[in-house]
């Protein structure tokens, strides 16, 4: 099978690629069966970092020739993919970029999960179901961010950040009914004690 891939060449910290046609078992750099471009990433003008010879390209695609996953890319923006092959790289490219989103609310859920195990380490309260409820959305949020389902990613999210602020409320009550009862403990016990008498001089 014939792979259309990069071959590097220049030198350290100054890379340029050639565009290449290639058999398949063929080394990294081995003998190409036909050069197609070049990539050259240094170039500060976008438009004249890559340059390829297009019919050439769409006559290998015709031919079956598989694309690594970076010139599929180059070839995506530059619209030189066969219909099929360009809507399954869309829906790749899509799902990617929900991923990415995505990924913004699994860190969302792990501060969730880090502050809980903060907060119920200190407290005084019962948070145990506020954990659990934790603990699932964010096992919630890895599901959906595997799945790049970026409103249910966001949806187990917040579910975390919602227990976790019950859970704060729960202790800050529980330590509110402390000190009151710990005042009424104190005024009981002054009141009970008896009064020392005033010592005659």
């Known amino acids: 099978m014939v792979r259309i891939r990069m071959q590097r060449f220049g030198r350290t910290h100054r890379p340029f690629f050639r565009i290449c046609a290639i058999d398949q078992r ?72 929900s991923r990415v989103v995505a990924k913004s609310s699994l860190k969302r859920a792990e501060a969730a999960v880090a502050e809980m195990g903060k907060l119920a380490g200190t407290a005084g309260a019962d948070l145990s179901g506020p954990k659990k409820k934790v603990a699932d959305a964010f096992k919630a949020v890895q599901a959906a961010v595997a799945a790049a389902k970026v409103e249910a ?9 919602s227990a976790l602020a019950s859970a704060r409320s729960m202790e800050e009550d529980f330590q509110t009914r402390k000190k009151a009862e710990e005042a009424a403990a104190a005024a009981a016990a002054a009141a009970a004690a008896p009064a020392s008498e005033p010592s005659e001089g």
Request: aromatic share 4%; proline share 6%.
């Open 153 to 161: 990613a966001d949806a187990a999210a917040n579910d975390a950040e």
């Open 26 to 97: 063929t080394r990294r750099n081995g003998v190409v069966i036909e050069s197609l471009g070049w990539y050259n990433p240094i170039e500060p003008d976008p438009s004249k970092q890559v340059e390829l010879n297009a019919e050439r390209v769409q006559h290998w695609l015709a031919m079956g020739a598989q694309p690594s996953e970076t010139v599929e890319d180059m070839l995506g923006r530059l619209d030189l993919l066969p219909a099929k092959r360009r809507a399954d790289w869309e829906k790749r490219r899509a799902a990617a970029k």
